[in-house]
C-alpha cells in the first residue's frame, strides 16, 4: 500500500498534469479522468459569484442602462442574460442571507436588516464542502451567525481583494479542489464617491420616470453610474484571474446586481426597480454565448443550483429549485411566481412595525402593505439631501408632490400589469375587471405567507425580538 504524501511531494511539469518524484524518475499520479486531455466537462466545475450592491438592474448597459459597463457587457455576450431575475427582499442582509442559505428570509429568521439566521440553518458551506469544494468569501458580508457562514473569510472589508482572491484560487487549484467564490462588492452602495463622474453629463441623462428632476438628483446620478462602471472594473479584474489561471472554462461566473438603487420606488420596496435584479451567467462550451432567458429565477434558487451542478443533490430543507437545465438551454420555463418582502424593522430612520409582502407572475403584481395607515420614511427621507430636493420642489410643482406623496402613502393593496406599466405607477387595485386576478394572487401569497410561517404584522412586531435573543445567547 503507497504511503500518504503531500502536496509538497508533487510538481507540475509543463501543463501536463501533477507527477510524484521517487527516487527513480517521475511517476504518473494523474487521475484516470484528468487523462482525458483535460476535458472540462468531465470535472467539477468552479463557481464564481459576483454580487454588486444597490444597483438597480436597469442602469447596467447590457440592460438597455447608461452605465458604462463593458465587462459586464462582454460575460452576457459570452453567456447567458437573464431578464426576469428576482431577490425575496430588496434590501443587503435579508438578501445575503437569502442566497447563500436557498430560504427565504422568515423561514431563516433573516427578514429585517442586520438580520441573523435562526439557530442550525446551514448555508452553501455546508453543501458544497462534502462535494470536495473550497468556499470562500471575499469582501462585503452583512450575514450573521458564523455558525450558518462558516466561509473561509478572505481579506477585503467592504470589496474583493483580488490579490487575496487570486491566492485562494492558486490554493484551490494546487490542492486539486474546485472551488467556490463570493465576491461581494460595495458598489455602487452609497455615498458614491468612487469612478470618474465626468464620463457621464447631468443634464443629457434620461432619468427614471419616477424621479424628481432636480439638479442634485442629476448630479447624484452621475456618481452613481460612475461607481456602476467602478463596479464594473472589479469584474473585469476578477475575470482576468481566472484566465490568467486557465480557469475560465470550467468556471460558472455568475454577475448579479442585488437590489435597486438607494432612491425611492426602489430599494427598500417591493416594486420591481427593487427586488428584480440583473443576472448574466457565463460556463463556455455549456451555457450557449449570446443566449437570453426570459425564466422566471429566484436568488433562493442559486444553492440548489450550485449543488446539482457540482453534482450533488440539493437537501428537501432548500426552498429554491435548480435551474441547471434553464442555463444548459434544456427548458425556458422555471416558476410561475416569485414572491418578496420587505420590513423597515432595522433599517435607519425607517418607519415604526412597516411591512409589506408582494407576489409576482410573469405579468401581475399583487403587493399588500401591512400598516396602510403608516406613512413610510427611511434615512433617504430623512436625511438625503437628493429627498430634500425633491420636497423643495414639491411646494410649487404638483408631479413632484404627488411622487412624494405615493412614496410615503402605500395604499393597503396595490396591483399591477408589469407588463404595461413596468414602472408600477397605474393601481388597479380597486378595478372591479381585475378582481378575480387579485383574489388569486392574493390567495397565492396568504398560502406562501403560512409556508413560511409569516404572520404579518405579528412577525413584523417579532423581528427585534429575534435579534435580541441572538445577542443575549451570544454575550
Known sequence: MTNPVTRRSFIKVAGKGLFLISGVGLTACVPERS?????????????????????????????????????????????????????????????????????????????????????????????????????????????????????????????????????????????????????????????????????????????????????ETRNGYTKYLAEITYLDGQVGDLLAILKKHGLSDNTIVIFTSEQGDGLPFAKWTCYDSGLQNALVAR?????????????????????????????????????????????????????????????????????????????????FKYIVNLTPDVKFQNVIVTKGFVYASWKKKAETDADAADKIARFENRPAEELYDVVKDQYEWNNLADDPKYDKIKKQLREKLYDWMAQQGDKGQATEMEAFEHQTKFLNKKK
Open 283 to 363: 460556463w463556455p462550451g455549456r451555457i450557449k454565448a449570446g443566449s437570453l432567458s426570459d425564466a422566471m429565477i429566484e436568488y433562493v434558487d442559486v444553492v440548489p443550483t450550485f449543488v446539482t451542478a457540482a453534482g450533488g443533490k440539493p437537501a428537501p430543507v432548500l426552498e429554491g429549485k435548480s435551474y441547471l437545465n434553464v442555463l444548459l438551454g434544456k427548458t425556458n420555463k422555471h416558476k410561475k411566481y416569485v414572491y418578496g418582502l420587505q420590513t423597515t424593522r432595522g433599517i435607519m430612520d425607517g418607519s415604526e412595525h412597516f411591512g409589506i409582502r408582494q407576489i409576482r407572475s410573469r405579468k
Open 35 to 215: 487523462k482525458k486531455k483535460h476535458d472540462p466537462l468531465n470535472k467539477k466545475p468552479n463557481f464564481l459569484f459576483i454580487l454588486a450592491d444597490d444597483c438597480t438592474y436597469r442602469d447596467i448597459g447590457c440592460y438597455g442602462g447608461q452605465a458604462y459597463t463593458p465587462n459586464i457587457d462582454r460575460l452576457a455576450k459570452q453567456g447567458m442574460r437573464f431578464t426576469h431575475s428576482f431577490q425575496a427582499a430588496s434590501m443587503c442582509s435579508p438578501t445575503r442571507h437569502n442566497i447563500y442559505t436557498g430560504l427565504y428570509p422568515v423561514k431563516s429568521g433573516a427578514h429585517p436588516n442586520h438580520a441573523y439566521a435562526k439557530e442550525g440553518t446551514e448555508s452553501i458551506v455546508h453543501y458544497l464542502k462534502p462535494l470536495g469544494y473550497a468556499v470562500a468569501l471575499s469582501g462585503k458580508r452583512h450575514i450573521s451567525p458564523k455558525e450558518v457562514f462558516p466561509f473561509e473569510y478572505l481579506p477585503g472589508n467592504k470589496n474583493p481583494d483580488m490579490k487575496a482572491v487570486e491566492g485562494f484560487i492558486e490554493d484551490a487549484n494546487s490542492e486539486g479542489k474546485p472551488f467556490c467564490l463570493f465576491a461581494c462588492s460595495n458598489e455602487p452602495h452609497g455615498p458614491h464617491d468612487k469612478g470618474d463622474p465626468g464620463r457621464y453629463k447631468a443634464e443629457e441623462l434620461t432619468l427614471p420616470p419616477y424621479w424628481v428632476d432636480t439638479p
